[in-house]
Structures are given as structure tokens and as C-alpha cells.
């Protein structure tokens, strides 16, 4: 068989994917860099803008859709809902202040690059939100239950839920015939949708898993079912398919919890497969000439400059609300500054609907590589001088 690129066959390509994906994991393994940070280059080097070995052809683009899916699946799995609910004050206060302060200055950035009203709204939803990476270094340094990081965590269910409204919003109203009120019908059936999932869905997943006795494969099997029927539901009401996958996560977060394998090997598939073939798929989007622009690069520069101030700034004033140490400002600062999720799936879902430039989202996955490396580094500098401090303190107390 003549190999001719880019590669075609579906077998091959699937062959590719897979081999990049654990080129990246072998690789970033013992590296303080987040991995998908190498799937995104590893996406661009492998794509059209580059070595041309792939094209993102429907195979590709399923498989990318499949991980996006995945990643809202577990953005509302992963939150812990018992912990938000003890602190919710203090996530809300947070989670407001930084989803009102980025958006506010992002929407000014946005009309100031020449972005009309929706794109500047879709950059503002896009980076209000955040991804908490480095959530698993603050879970190494038992810091997790400290109420700074409760805040940080809680915030997130804040902003992401906002971002994927806004994003609803701003696709009805740019594409419906139903005028400036076009996206109040969908918001309220999605509502409609989301009191009955909340209310159905944990009562039926324990039925099914307690009463029908199933096995982990057929358990996981009908989490995947929830997953893309609630996924289904939101597009068809004419909310985002990625609004109904967050949901799913949220309507079986504490049920999941119960079942620690079962939840276990759900977060395992889908790191180890479906999420790294959308981080691949959108760097291949990316071309090696964008390193080359600079209108990409003082794009992504004035976006970076927003995500710090915002962050900061709610970072400092909750702080100060609160009464948070220098140091707990400082790793809920790393911990809320890495764009990487509800980002991506805000923005590439605005590309494909042709709403933001192919210019923006380069500088967006730009953005995405630094805010995620500052973020760890962030957290590790600051992270490890507050758990010493808090280990000082015990050992102190223990020999009064």
C-alpha cells in the first residue's frame, strides 16, 4: 500500500492519534508542564499548518468532538459539590468577582481590537472562565480543604456555567430570525431541562446501578449514554451540546463519588483517550507561521494581560473579604489564571459558527500554553511555601 499524506485511512489515522497522544504522555510525564500542552503542539505539528501528516477530515472532528464532550462531562464530574455547598459565600463571592471583573475588561478588549459586539462577547465569555489544572498539586499538597482553594473551586462551577451561557446567548442572537429576544426561548427550555436531569437522572443512575446489579463495563456504558442524551437535548432545545454534557456531570457528580472505581475509571478513559484527541485536534488547527505574527502575538499578549489583572484583582479583593493569607491569594491566583476547557470549547465552538477570527484563536491556544505553564509554576512556588507554613504551624501547636 502506497502511504501518501495527508493520511486518509481511517485505521491510520486513528493509528496516528493514538501514538501522538502516548508520544505526549511518555514524554510530559516527569516534566512540570501540563501534557496538553504537548498535545496541542504535537496537534500542530502533525496538522495542515505544519508536517500535513493528518487533515482534520469528519473522522478526526468526531474524535475532537467526542473530547470536548468528555472534558464539560468531567469539568462538572470533578467538582466537589459538598465542599462548594459548605463554602458557597465564598465560591460566589469569588466566582462572581471573577467572572464580572474579566468579562468587564475583556469585553472592553475586544472592542478596542475592532471585534464586533458577539466576538468581543464570546472573548469575554472565553477567558472569564478558567480551568484548574493545577488542581491536582494543591490535592499533593493537602490543600484542598483550605477555604481560599474551596473558593477558587467553587468559582469555577460559576464561571464555566456563564461562559457556556453567554456562548448560548450570543449564537442565537447572531443566528436565529426570532430577533434580540431569539435566545430567551432556549435558555428557558434548557432550564426546563436541567430542573428535570437534576431532579431524574441521580435517582435513576442509582436505581439502575443498585437495583439491575450491572457490571463496571455496563455502568460506564450507561454513564456515556447520560452523557450524550443530555448532550442531545441541549442542541435540539437550542442550547450548546457542551452545555449538556457539563450538566451530566453535575446530575451524576455525587452519585459517581459514591462508586470510587467506577468514577475512577471514567476520569481514567477519558484523559488517556477521548480528551487528548480534541487537544490534538484543535492544535491542529494551528500554523507555525502564527509564531511568525505579530498582530497574533500583541493579540495574545493584551488577552494575557486581561486574565491576569481580572484574576488578580478577584483573587485580591475576595482576600480581603475573606481574610486570606498573601500566599492563598497567590495560588488562587495559578489556580484560576490556566485558560484550557470551557476556553476552548467557547472559542472553537465560536470558530466553527463563524463568529471569531481563525486570528483569535490562534492567540487564544497561544494564551492557552503560557496561562498554563505560569499557572502551575504559580501554584508550585506559592502552593509549597503555604502548605510549609501550615506545617510549621502544626508542628508549633503539637509541642506548646
Known amino acids: 500500500m502506497e502511504l501518501s499524506f495527508p493520511i486518509e485511512e481511517p485505521v491510520l489515522e486513528f493509528t496516528v492519534l493514538v501514538l501522538a497522544a502516548l508520544l505526549v504522555q511518555l514524554t510530559f510525564r516527569k516534566l512540570p508542564v501540563p501534557a496538553l500542552i504537548g498535545l496541542l503542539l504535537i496537534g500542530m505539528l502533525i496538522g495542515p499548518g505544519a508536517l500535513n501528516v ?65 466576538g468581543a462577547a464570546l472573548l469575554a465569555a472565553a477567558i472569564s472562565s478558567h480551568t484548574l489544572i493545577a488542581y491536582p498539586m494543591i490535592e499533593r499538597m493537602d490543600l484542598v480543604h483550605e477555604r481560599p482553594m474551596v473558593a477558587a473551586v467553587g468559582g469555577t462551577l460559576l464561571t464555566d456555567t456563564a461562559a457556556l451561557i453567554v456562548l448560548i446567548v450570543v449564537l442565537q442572537v447572531s443566528g436565529s430570525d426570532g430577533g434580540a429576544f431569539g435566545w430567551v426561548w432556549p435558555i428557558i427550555m434548557f432550564t426546563v ?34 452523557l450524550v442524551l443530555l448532550a442531545t437535548v441541549a442542541e435540539e432545545v437550542g442550547a450548546e451540546d457542551i452545555l449538556g454534557a457539563f450538566l451530566a ?69 475576595a482576600g480581603h473579604l475573606f481574610d486570606y493569607g498573601r500566599l492563598a491569594r497567590f495560588v488562587m491566583i495559578g489556580l484560576t489564571i490556566p485558560q484550557a476547557a470551557a476556553t476552548l470549547a467557547v472559542t472553537t465552538t465560536a470558530s466553527d459558527a463563524g463568529l471569531v477570527s481563525d486570528e483569535l484563536l490562534d492567540a487564544i491556544i497561544i494564551v492557552i500554553f503560557i496561562t498554563c505553564l505560569a499557572g502551575a509554576i504559580t501554584v508550585r512556588f506559592a502552593g509549597q511555601r503555604l502548605a510549609g507554613a501550615h506545617e510549621q504551624k502544626d508542628f508549633g501547636t503539637e509541642h506548646m
Not at 467526542?66 to 466566582?95: P, T
Not at 430542573?195 to 455496563?218: H, S
Not at 462508586?259 to 480534541?278: D, K, V
Open 193 to 226: 431541562v436541567a430542573a428535570i436531569a437534576l431532579f431524574a437522572v441521580p435517582r435513576v443512575t442509582r436505581w439502575v446501578f443498585d437495583t439491575l446489579g450491572t457490571t463496571r463495563a455496563e455502568s460506564a456504558l450507561f454513564v456515556l449514554g447520560i
Open 249 to 317: 456531570g453535575i446530575c451524576l457528580n455525587r452519585v459517581l463519588k459514591g462508586r470510587e472505581e467506577l468514577f475512577e475509571h471514567l476520569i481514567f478513559a477519558g484523559r488517556m483517550l477521548f480528551i487528548p484527541f480534541f487537544f490534538i485536534e484543535t492544535g491542529m488547527r494551528l500554523r507555525l507561521e502564527v509564531f511568525a505574527d505579530m498582530n497574533v502575538w500583541l493579540m495574545a499578549g493584551s488577552i494575557l494581560l486581561v486574565i491576569i489583572v481580572g484574576k488578580t484583582m478577584a483573587a485580591w479583593i
Open 54 to 118: 493528518l487533515a482534520p477530515d469528519m473522522a478526526v472532528e468526531l474524535l475532537g468532538s467526542v473530547g470536548l464532550l468528555y472534558i464539560m462531562f468531567l469539568a462538572g464530574l470533578e467538582i466537589d459539590l459538598d465542599v462548594v455547598r459548605r463554602h458557597k459565600s465564598e465560591a460566589a463571592v469569588f466566582g462572581g468577582l471573577a467572572l464580572v471583573i474579566s468579562f468587564a475588561l475583556a469585553f472592553g478588549l475586544g472592542l478596542v481590537l475592532g471585534f464586533d459586539w458577539p
